[in-house]
């Protein structure tokens, strides 16, 4: 016996078709995301411009997952670039700088949606061009092979490297001069030896190009 469905029942049944097509075309269409990019010289302050940018969105598949470009430019001459892109719930975004020439340092050059690089949609890129340096490291008091020198250094754009420690007589003549961040760069270290313990903290600031020399006589 065929069931006659009552009005009332017919338009809650179109109502919950209506809700659920309504619904695909949100999530197919996804959301505006506003995306501010700015590109910085951290040794001078000053906005690196003309440097390229694109967003790429990707999503993952069995068979390997696929990739595309949402947007793509040249950021300005304040280094910055605006844009709003149709973000899908269903695929990931990342915002990627092209890493300037004669750089020798950088936070990132791709930075991803919703990671501690994403401050409400703005992502800093920081870079730092090149410089030379060369060490020159000599325990010059040298109490025996229990002698030991610790040393850390840090630029003021980043945090404190590991610890590198040497034991004995250590002397380092020197050797050729390497590329290294410009800007400021602090150098903390210690030295243990049956006499007794001292500590030191020097730095050293190279502009970009500049060549320097570190001298640790311990």
């Known amino acids: 016996m065929k069931r006659i469905i009552p009005i009332g029942e017919k338009r809650i049944i179109k109502k919950s078709f209506l809700c659920i097509f309504l619904l695909l075309i949100l999530i197919s269409c996804g959301k505006k995301r506003a995306i501010h990019i700015t590109a910085i010289d951290v040794v001078t302050g000053q906005p690196y411009a003309g ?27 304040k280094g910055e670039a605006r844009l709003i892109i149709q973000a899908k719930p269903n695929r990931s975004y990342s915002v990627i700088v092209k890493q300037p020439i004669n750089s020798c340092y950088n936070n990132s050059t791709v930075m991803h949606f919703n990671s501690p690089y994403d401050k409400d949609g703005h992502f800093t890129f920081e870079f730092a061009p090149c410089a030379y340096m060369r060490s020159k490291i000599a325990n010059v008091n040298c109490e025996g092979a229990t002698d030991l020198f610790n040393l850390r250094n840090r630029y003021t754009y980043e945090e404190w490297s590991i610890w590198f420690d040497v034991t004995g007589c250590y002397s380092n003549t020197g050797g ?8 400021k760069r602090y150098f903390q270290w210690k030295v243990t030896r049956p006499s007794g313990t001292t500590e030191h903290i020097d730095s050293i600031e190279l502009l970009p190009g500049e060549y320097g020399e570190l001298n640790i006589h311990y």
């Open 51 to 77: 440097l390229e940018y694109t967003v790429r969105s990707s999503i993952s598949k069995k068979d390997g997952g696929e990739s595309r470009t949402e947007a793509n430019g040249i950021l300005d001459d």
């Open 176 to 183: 050729p001069y390497i590329q290294v961040p410009a800007g």
